[in-house]
């Protein structure tokens, strides 16, 4: 049975990641990342960026990446599960 990649939600690379700082505004974060999966409907002090990868030989990696905010401004972020950058496992 021949199976496929399937990838869902955002691909954040550590680049991005390196680039955020605080006190850089949420138009600058939606700049280096995208669009968030998903926003808090309760409260505009975090987005949400979930990602869900399962290859060919069903190896499965996952991570969510939650970013903070103080009004406009960026705080700071906190990353949860198995990240890898999607770039450098596209090289190997």
Do not use: C
């Amino acid at each position: 049975m021949k199976r496929i990649e399937v990838q869902q939600g955002n691909v954040i690379e550590q680049k991005q990641l390196d680039k955020l700082k605080p006190g850089i505004s949420r138009e600058q974060v939606r700049f280096l990342l995208g669009n968030p999966l998903v926003g808090d409907h309760f409260s505009d002090r975090q987005w949400l960026y979930y990602f869900y990868l399962r290859d060919r030989t069903d190896n499965r990696n996952a991570y969510r990446l939650t970013v903070n905010f103080a009004g406009d401004t960026y705080v700071n972020h906190s990353l949860e599960g198995e990240y890898f950058d999607v770039e450098q496992k596209k090289t190997n």
